[in-house]
Structures are given as structure tokens and as C-alpha cells.
């Protein structure tokens, strides 16, 4: 089967940094994306990656080893606003997207 | 307004009953997307379209119908409304696929209730 694998809830304090991981098992592998969702509204996408790395986008970086079928999503300088559920998410093949179930992120003053 | 639009915004229906959702976006983009979002499920997609006319199932297609007659609309159909098809529902579309291309853009939703 494919799956991809987040952890369910993550708490962190303003200012701090947070990383979310994500694991994948998917038949086939084009990119790995993430998305970010408030409560009550739509997902908003926060990155993309296709190739092994590090990519950057203000307070937020993504990473990708497709050897290990991991990725990460890593916030910087936590703001409340940044309260919200994180999804990743892997085009398997065709154009298919498979979602992980979310991350809940909590941040705390 | 440019963008993405899903109609109705709530709904509620009647087991057995045939439910229409609307999507409808101003970009042109190639791609379109039907995904269902339950508590612990994340996103699921039901059905996607790469073009007019060229439709293809997702995940969990059962029990959905659409069609893509023209670029800018992909409708959603439930047949016949079961309680299980209670959810939310998600409208995305992309321009294509490589790179930023396959960033998808979401409609804000439609909750639907059946009971």
C-alpha cells in the first residue's frame, strides 16, 4: 500500500524552532510538498521538493533524502499565527497525490 | 473574483439522494482535484482531471461521478448520498506537473451533511 507517515500533534513555544517529519511509502516518487491548513480553512502549499536537500522559504525550510524516504519541514521563530495542521504530501505516480494525516502544531506564548 | 470557487459552501441532503458539487477556477490550469477531508484521514483524493475530458480516479472514487466538459469546471456528483459521504470536500487545481507547477491551489470547501 502507500502511506505516509506524520506525527499527529507537535507543541512548541514562540520563537523556538520545530521540525515535522514525514516518512513515505508510495509506488512511485515525483516530489514530496507540504501544505499548511488553519481550522475551518483550506490548505495553503508551503514548499515543494524533488531532489535531495534543503530548500528555503523565509521561516521555512523543507528537506528531502529520497534514499530514506524522508522529509521534514522545518518552522524558525515559531509565531502563534504559525498554529495550524501540516500536511505532507507525495505525486506517486500519474498525477496522483497522496496526503499524510496532518500534524497538529500547537505553539504556546 | 479570479481563483478558485466551490459551490455550495454547506449542504445538507438526504441518504439516497443525488448531490452536485460545483468547482470552478479563473486560471486555466490543466490540472484539477476532487479530495475528501475526514477527522484522522487527512486529504483523500476521489478523482482528478489532467484536461478536459480526461478524468481519472483516486483513492477513493467509489460512489462519486464527475465530469470536466470544459477547462474552468469539475463537477462532483454523489449518486445516491450515504452518511458515510459526510466530509468535508476540497476543490485544487495546478497549472501542471515539475517543479512549481504542481503546487496546488485549494477552494475553500464544501461541508456536506447527509443524513
Known amino acids: 500500500g502507500q502511506s505516509l507517515e506524520q506525527p499527529s500533534e507537535v507543541t512548541a513555544v514562540e520563537g523556538a524552532i520545530v521540525q515535522i517529519n514525514c516518512t513515505y511509502q508510495t509506488s512511485g516518487f515525483y516530489g514530496l510538498s507540504w501544505y499548511q491548513q488553519h481550522d475551518g480553512g483550506a490548505p495553503t502549499f508551503l514548499s515543494y521538493n524533488a531532489l535531495d536537500g534543503l530548500e528555503e522559504t523565509g521561516r521555512f525550510s523543507s528537506f528531502l533524502s529520497r534514499s530514506d524516504s524522508y522529509g521534514y519541514l522545518l518552522l524558525q521563530e515559531l509565531q502563534m499565527k504559525d498554529s495550524a495542521s501540516y500536511f505532507c504530501?507525495?505525486?506517486?505516480?500519474?498525477?496522483?497525490?497522496?496526503f499524510g494525516a496532518g500534524t497538529r502544531l500547537f505553539v504556546k506564548a | 473574483d479570479a481563483g478558485i470557487t466551490q459551490s455550495p459552501r454547506y449542504k445538507i441532503t438526504e441518504t439516497g439522494r443525488q448531490v452536485t458539487l460545483m468547482c470552478h477556477q479563473t486560471w486555466s490550469h490543466s490540472y484539477m482535484f476532487w479530495y475528501r477531508q475526514d477527522l484522522g484521514h487527512g486529504l483523500r483524493l476521489i478523482y482528478y482531471s489532467a484536461a478536459a475530458d480526461i478524468t481519472d480516479k483516486g483513492e477513493v472514487p467509489d460512489g462519486y461521478v464527475v465530469s470536466r466538459s470544459k477547462t474552468e469546471n469539475f463537477p462532483l456528483t454523489l449518486e445516491s448520498a450515504t452518511r458515510s459521504q459526510t466530509s468535508v470536500y476540497f476543490c485544487?487545481?495546478?497549472?501542471?506537473?515539475?517543479?512549481?507547477?504542481?503546487?496546488?491551489?485549494f477552494g475553500p470547501g464544501t461541508r456536506l451533511l447527509v443524513l
Open positions: 504530501a507525495v505525486r506517486a505516480g500519474g498525477f496522483k497525490t497522496i
Open positions: 485544487a487545481s495546478s497549472v501542471g506537473s515539475g517543479g512549481a507547477m504542481e503546487t496546488q491551489y
